[in-house]
């Protein structure tokens, strides 16, 4: 055998080694739901504050989810879910097929002069096929995900501080 035969054998031969040993297609690539503060305190919505979700699909599951609001508790120095703002069922986003956006907006009394109120959102996703839970996923708001060609995605911030 040649050497260029032998070179190109053991090339080949390397290239299957790793073809095997590489993860498939669909452990390289698993999209991740996300959310992000889509509205903060507009002018026209005092108070307000709206979370974006986006949910991938995964395997023709129905995709649910359910956004709860934290607000940060500055004596405790810690996120804290509250309980009296929202909603704390789930709510069907889709019977699966594609990456499905969703949201929620929550309206807040403005706090007190001098006062601030910092809120972020917590979304719990599920993948469901009937009643059974497939996967699931919580994520919190995040920012980066603005996009100048959806109008429900002009703002796109980890949390949203009301001032007054």
Request: net charge positive; glycine share 8%; aromatic share 6%.
């Amino acid at each position: 055998m040649t050497r260029v035969r032998r070179a190109l054998l053991s090339c080949v031969l390397a290239a299957a080694i790793l073809a095997a040993a590489a993860p498939g297609a669909s452990a390289q690539f698993r999209p991740r739901p996300w959310a992000t503060v889509n509205a903060c305190d507009p002018p026209d919505a005092p108070g307000s504050v709206g979370i974006r979700v986006s949910v991938p699909n995964r395997r023709d599951a129905a995709q649910w989810i359910r956004i709860r609001i934290q607000f940060f508790d500055t004596q405790r120095q810690a996120w804290r879910v509250a309980r009296s703002v929202g909603r704390s069922r789930f709510t069907k986003l889709s019977d699966g097929g594609g990456r499905v956006l969703g949201g929620m907006t929550f309206t807040f009394t403005p706090p007190e002069a001098g006062s601030r109120l910092k809120v972020r959102g917590l979304v719990d996703v599920e993948w469901r096929r009937g009643r059974r839970v497939l996967s699931d996923a919580q994520v919190t708001t995040r920012g980066g995900h603005a996009d100048a060609a959806d109008p429900l995605l002009q703002v796109s911030a980890p949390f949203c501080e009301i001032r007054r």
